[in-house]
């Protein structure tokens, strides 16, 4: 019974939902709202309820049936119940209204925020008829009752009930559970019945068997037949009623969770967490809000570090070509030698307050993602042993190192000496968290992931995992969300810059890696990258041009647009013996090359020049010259080989800014290569 109670409430719910777009709450609606109603309920099964709207006054703005009396129909708001959780609401038997007397549950959902509601009616006689319509014997009892356990109709046979208050049902409160009871009945004769509450309406029904029926052992007969037939019934009721619970409820809890969702409250959660299939909605209603909530903080973030990387980057251009000129003449000044003492260690200060400023202008640049980046197939256990002895010097000797490399690693596609950043900022971090001493762990291992990782924004692939774990102070949650942000510090001022993992966080980001930390306050932390591995051929380490003072007597073309580095680029060559023409633009270069006889071994060129770029200036002197060798000077640049964050491994490259030692080694290194 309680069972169709449920349904017919439900199909009506449905009903109004669908016919809530359909009508309006406005002036002069009502002839539309009418015949909306009116069409709506033709295509309905006889016995259907009526459809009402009702404005915020309670004034009926449209009706599915034509009120014989002409008026407005007489709606008993006052006796509408606690709305229910999802928005509808049911009422108790309404006052009889119109002409025809009307006894009916009213399922009522709020039109618009001005009062104004759709209201589907179930007459009682309708309920009487279809859920309450079962043979019972004479002198028992179905019927519907209100939570407090009035009856509002019964059985036909059992109209003595009409009007009158059940105990059973009263006694049991709220309580969802159906509950059997004796009750007393016409003529003090005693009933065996059974209590079952809707749990979608504020409703229960109510069957009963006389005792006598029930127990009389004289009429085993019709205990069989009755007794085991009303405890089937009752059963059947209970769990009609925890099916609607079961069902029903959460369904509605679902929709409403997935509306305040797509509202945009990401935070909310779904309370349906059941073992069943409903359950699993619920469940995953959850899962994806986290993820949306989780992508929303990563563009978040990611939007964030992307214009803090554009006004770094902006920045550490600037710098970079100031630098270029501050060092470079420093250093030429440095090796006159006519210089006081005193002159010198001004100039050796200088000198060491440029190196700084350099080493910042770097990080800068690597956190912004514009550095150039030359990656190669590198082994990163090859790596992880060569920062080893740097290591043991920096770490002090209450922190003991433990290494442990995966025999068979697979090769990664990075910048060697990027990455060797990479590990020693995040080897620093882990000394400095381990002030009292502590373990520190660097680990590589392949992994592969087969299915998308969403939790690290891993896609399906091999990866090489690279941990650095500290046993720590850790971090709370505030200082996690923050580590990646340049100038981000907790440590004292002049101890931290704050761009160790901004600086981390560039590299990796612009290798195509990914790197996540696991930490809590007292339990350390480890940092992981992700290198996606690579198939490409491991072509060994390119070899560090160290010689010292490199020399040469060879013609080097300088084409850079910026006088001061030009000046300072040609100063550094000359004084190392090679003879220099310069040219301050592509097209000067192009015809200085065209000189008949004008011999040129290599050409030192900016990236980015107004007019012809680098690459154009170098693609046209290969034509007139196919054997020219060409070096590429660049700090971080709008160039597009920066966009494309990657010089190609055979193109020779130089970043600014350089020292006349480097420049030296490296025209040395071209030239004899
Ligand atoms: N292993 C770690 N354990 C605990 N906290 C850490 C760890 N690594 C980083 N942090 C926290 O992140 C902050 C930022 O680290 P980051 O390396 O960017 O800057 P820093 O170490 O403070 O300064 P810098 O590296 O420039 O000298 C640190 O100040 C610290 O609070
Ligand atoms: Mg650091």
């Not at 404005?55 to 009396?69: A, L, P, T």
């Not at 559970?177 to 009933?191: D, E, K, M, S």
């Amino acid at each position: 019974m309680a069972e169709h109670l449920d349904a017919r409430i439900g199909t009506t719910e449905l009903a109004l939902l669908a016919l809530k777009s359909g009508v309006r709450n406005a002036a002069g609606a009502r002839a539309e709202n009418d015949k909306v109603l009116r069409t709506f309920r033709s295509d309905l099964p006889r016995g259907f309820g009526h459809f009402l709207v009702v404005d915020g006054s309670g004034k009926n703005i449209g009706s599915s049936e034509v009120d014989s009396s002409g008026g407005a129909l007489a709606v008993n708001f006052s006796a509408i119940g606690k709305p229910l959780s999802y928005g509808f609401r049911i009422a108790g038997p309404l006052r009889p209204f119109g002409a025809r007397g009307l006894q009916a549950l009213a399922v009522i959902y709020p039109l618009d925020s001005a009062g104004s509601r759709i209201i589907g009616l179930i007459p009682l006689s309708a309920i009487q008829r279809e859920v309450l319509r079962r043979d019972i014997p004479d002198a028992s009892l179905a019927a519907l009752v209100s939570r407090s356990g009035d009856v509002i109709t019964s059985s036909a046979s059992t109209s003595y009930w009409i009007g009158r208050r059940i105990e059973i049902a009263a006694a049991r409160g709220a309580d969802s559970a159906g509950r059997v009871g004796t009750l007393i009945g016409q003529n003090g004769a005693a009933l065996y019945a059974a209590f079952a509450l809707s749990e979608h309406a504020p409703l229960g029904i109510v069957v009963g068997t006389p005792e006598s029926i029930a127990f009389a052992k004289a009429r085993r007969d019709m205990w069989r037949a009755i007794g085991w037939g009303a405890l089937a019934f009752f059963l059947g009721v209970l769990l009609a009623s925890t099916q609607a619970t079961k069902i029903i409820r959460p369904l509605y809890e679902l929709e409403s969770d997935a509306a305040t969702l797509g509202a945009g409250d990401l935070k909310h959660r779904s309370r349906i967490n059941s073992s069943d299939e409903l359950g699993r909605l619920g469940r995953s209603i959850n899962a994806m809000a986290e993820r949306l909530q989780r992508r929303e903080a990563e563009a978040l973030q990611a939007q964030k570090m992307e214009s803090v990387g554009q006004l770094a980057g902006g920045i550490a251009h600037d710098f970079n070509n100031l630098l270029t000129v501050i060092g470079g003449r420093l250093e030429l000044l440095a090796s006159g030698d006519q210089l006081s003492a005193d002159a010198k260690e001004d100039i050796a200060e200088m000198r060491g307050a440029t190196t700084r400023a350099v080493s910042l202008t770097r990080q800068l640049l690597a956190f912004s993602r514009k550095q150039l980046l030359r990656p190669r197939v590198i082994d990163l256990n090859a790596i992880v042993d060569e920062i080893e002895p740097m290591l043991r010097r920096l770490i002090g000797e209450d922190v003991q190192i433990v290494i442990a490399r995966e025999p068979r690693l697979e090769r990664v596609l990075a910048d060697s000496s990027q990455i060797h950043q990479v590990l020693m900022n995040l080897c620093l971090n882990a000394r400095d968290a381990m002030p009292a001493g502590g373990v520190l762990r660097i680990k590589t291992r392949n992994q592969a992931v087969t299915t998308e990782d969403e939790d690290k924004g891993l896609p399906v692939g091999r990866y090489v995992v690279v941990s650095v774990t500290d046993t720590g102070q850790g971090m709370d949650a505030p200082t996690k969300a923050r580590i990646f942000d340049p100038f981000f510090t907790t440590k004292p001022a002049g101890k931290g810059t704050g761009l160790g993992l901004a600086t981390v966080y560039g590299i990796v980001r612009q290798s195509g890696a990914k790197i996540t930390v696991d930490t809590a306050p007292g339990r350390g932390s480890t940092f992981f990258i992700y290198f996606p591995a690579s198939d490409a051929e491991f072509t060994g380490e390119y070899a560090v041009a160290s010689s010292e003072d490199a020399r040469g007597t060879e013609t080097i073309l300088i084409v850079e647009d910026e006088r001061s580095v030009r000046e300072l680029a040609t100063k550094m060559l000359e004084a190392r013996g090679y003879k220099v023409i310069a040219a301050s633009h592509g097209g000067d270069a192009m015809q200085l090359v065209q000189g008949p006889e004008q011999k040129i071994d290599l050409v030192l060129t900016d990236v980015v020049m107004p007019g012809m770029g680098g690459r154009e200036l170098v693609e046209n002197l290969r034509r007139l010259r196919p054997d020219i060798k060409v070096v590429f000077m660049s700090g971080y640049t709008d160039d597009e080989i920066v966009k494309r964050g990657l010089l190609d491994p055979d193109v020779d490259f130089i970043q600014k800014p350089f020292s006349a030692e480097q420049l030296g080694a490296h025209m040395r290194e071209a030239l004899d290569d």
